[in-house]
């Protein structure tokens, strides 16, 4: 079962730009994360942020999470031609120990 | 370094044939998680492991089998069991309970069904 809906699919922009992505999921959740993918690699951690919070940096990331709306933000700013990747939201629910991911918003950077 | 590493790279396999893969990590994590990936799609849930000797299916278990002998092992066996098996592969480990903290992932397998 997919939890995570991620939006935009694809997302294309110019360097320099920010990129703002979307996430969307249904149920109650412990915490919300980011991650990143890489062509043909694994997935790099981002940024977790807890259900209690709503708002969250990491250098040129910022995250927002909307509970009463089911929903988060994944923002980067002043992107680089390496931010090319794709981005995926995972959710941790409360009633087990799983981490459900969504599709991913595949980010292509243009130089 | 820790980390996790995942084994082969890429994988071969005749229909009707069982494969391994492997996954060993460094980290003293508790837990290990084997994920699936299509094209252009989402990771789905095949198996995890909160313990040694302990495991739970997840959303696509059928098809497939794990053990949990080892803290650092997680092996995954694609049978022919497993209708449409050609996908990518990943593996990952949490310190403990996945929702108090972050996936580290290996670098994946990629299996093709000849």
């Known amino acids: 079962s997919q939890q995570g809906e991620e939006d935009p699919q694809a997302l294309s922009i110019q360097e320099g730009e920010n990129a703002t992505m979307n996430c969307s999921y249904k149920?109650?959740?412990?915490?919300l994360q980011w991650y990143r993918q890489n062509s043909g690699r694994g997935l790099v951690h981002l940024i977790l942020i807890r259900s209690n919070e709503r708002e969250k940096h990491s250098g040129r990331l910022r995250v927002t999470l909307d509970t009463s709306k089911k929903s988060s933000s994944l923002l980067i700013t002043a992107s680089r031609a390496a931010d090319t990747a794709s981005y995926f939201c995972?959710?941790?629910?409360?009633?087990?120990?799983?981490?459900?991911f969504g599709k991913g918003t595949r980010l292509h950077i243009l130089p | 370094d820790g980390g996790i590493t995942q084994s082969p790279k890429y994988l071969f396999r005749k229909e009707g044939q069982n494969v391994t893969l492997s996954c060993e990590q460094n980290l003293n994590h508790d837990a290990m998680y084997w994920y699936r990936q299509d094209p252009g799609q989402g990771l789905r849930l095949i198996y995890y492991s909160q313990i040694v000797n302990d495991f739970q299916k997840g959303d696509i278990a059928e098809g497939y089998s794990v053990s949990r002998e080892k803290k650092e092992s997680f092996p995954l066996t694609v049978t022919s069991a497993q209708k449409n098996p050609t996908a990518f592969y990943l593996c990952?480990?949490?310190?403990?309970?996945?929702?108090?903290?972050?996936?580290?992932f290996g670098e994946g397998s990629r299996l093709t069904v000849l």
């Open positions: 995972a959710t941790g629910m409360n009633r087990d120990d799983k981490i459900i």
């Open positions: 149920t109650s959740i412990n915490n």
């Open positions: 990952a480990s949490s310190i403990a309970n996945a929702n108090t903290g972050e996936l580290f």
